[in-house]
């Protein structure tokens, strides 16, 4: 698996982006940058795109809470969203994160949310 991380405007929000079958390294990788970019920030929005990925989004927060106690998902100083298609009633997303169909909608979740 594949992680591109961006965090393309000056606000506290980070992209993840997942391609390809989810491995260990990828999701280790993942995991790092998150730690580093807690360190810079303190506390983040997180986007995770999982558009281009072959995993559902239940099966990703699966994934880094059976290797990481505290992940992305499950940190108190980082909310995170999901980009990818939205399934009604997903039963693979317990989490009930949001999910939305682009990144743009993401963004204008994050704006509402603190303005």
């Known amino acids: 698996m594949t992680v591109t991380i961006r965090k393309p405007t000056d606000a506290p929000i980070v992209e993840f982006t997942l391609e390809g079958s989810p491995d260990l390294d990828g ?3 993942l995991q790092a940058q998150v730690e580093t970019w807690l360190s810079q920030l303190g506390r983040f929005d997180a986007i995770i795109d999982v558009r281009g990925s072959e995993i559902t989004y239940g099966e990703v927060i699966a994934l880094f809470e059976s290797v990481f ?27 009930h994160l949001p999910v939305f169909a682009d990144k743009s909608a993401a963004y204008a979740y994050f704006a509402n949310r603190s303005g």
Request: glycine content about 4%; hydrophobic content about 35%; cysteine-free.
């Open 69 to 95: 106690q505290m992940s992305v998902f499950t940190h108190p100083q980082i909310h995170a969203v999901f980009v990818g298609e939205s399934v009604p009633q997903d039963h693979t997303n317990q989490t």
């Open 27 to 29: 999701i280790a990788d």
